[in-house]
């Protein structure tokens, strides 16, 4: 799954990096892409049943508050310039980590129900 996603960040990145050889900020900056990516269908951002497959342990609030906190290092204004300086870099690892696991779980699920929307159709 991870070599998967690490193909989609690949795709998506501006640069054709692989996430592994990408400092920090960019990792945290492809990571907002990625979740923009995988949740934007026809301009909007869908819903998935995140309960259910983290077992409540991550909601979509979760999702929505990871997505506002990297925001910043997907611009380049001088207020987002100075908002990265903010966090340290174990929050930024954290952010990266957490990132990851959320863009699992999204991946996850949305191959899910389109395996179950592939077998029923």
């Known amino acids: 799954m991870i070599e998967e996603l ?3 960040i ?10 592994s050889q990408m400092a920090l ?3 945290l900056k492809e990571i907002g892409n990625l979740i923009e990516y995988l949740l934007k269908k026809d301009g909007k ?5 995140y ?11 979760n999702i929505k508050d990871l997505r ?11 207020e987002s310039l100075k908002e990265r300086k903010d966090y340290t870099d174990n929050q930024k690892q954290f952010m990266v980590d957490l990132g990851i696991a959320i863009c699992n779980l999204i ?8 395996t179950n929307f592939n077998l029923s159709g």
Do not use: M, P, V
């Not at 690949?10 to 996430?19: E, P, V």
């Not at 951002?45 to 049943?49: G, H, N, Q, R, Y």
């Not at 991946?107 to 389109?114: A, E, G, S």
């Open 6 to 8: 690490d193909e989609l």
């Open 10 to 19: 690949q795709k998506i990145s501006t640069r054709n990096a692989k996430f």
């Open 25 to 27: 900020d960019e990792k």
């Open 45 to 49: 951002f869908i819903t998935l049943d």
């Open 51 to 61: 309960d259910n497959i983290s077992l409540g342990l991550i909601k979509e609030i």
């Open 68 to 78: 506002k906190k990297i925001q910043c290092f997907r611009h380049s204004s001088q």
């Open 107 to 114: 991946y996850r699920q949305l191959k899910t129900n389109q």
